[in-house]
């Protein structure tokens, strides 16, 4: 999983790179490595769904409501976000998640938020309106599990 977690993080951050005449071959290379990549992690994130947890019809109720004050920004096949939807999936969090690899503008507003491009990265609004950016995938679980997990999560 250690390679696949570097190589699948320097594709991404390849892609950040500006185009110097070897830079096409290398691109080619890491294009090659995500396609392959891509789907046999999607595949193993599909495979290993954990089962949410149960919660009663009123409880769960809140937590939908709390999780419309979050937004995940993530990269579909980032071995870092497929830990915290999973995370999620777990604690049956209905977070909206935007794709900040392929879609320019969720990108953008990912600078401009959190003032980096690196994903995962959290976005909450408080109740008075405050945003905060939580980056870091191992920061982002234990907020999770801080805020919504119950005892039988
Ligand atoms: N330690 C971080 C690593 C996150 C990371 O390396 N993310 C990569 C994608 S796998 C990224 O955002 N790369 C693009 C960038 O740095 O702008 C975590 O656990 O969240």
Redesign the pocket.
Known sequence: MKTSLST??AM??HQ?LPLTPMKPVIRAFFKTLRLVLGPVMLLKERLTQPKGVQRSPEAQDIVDQQCQSMTLYQ?ST????IKVRQEMRRLSLPVEKRDAQHNTANRDELLQGSG?????CLKIVDANGQTQWL????AIVAYLRERFATPAA
């Open positions: 699948t993080c991404a951050r950040a990269f980032c071995p870092f976000c980096a491009t690196k994903v995962p980056g870091d995938s191992n």
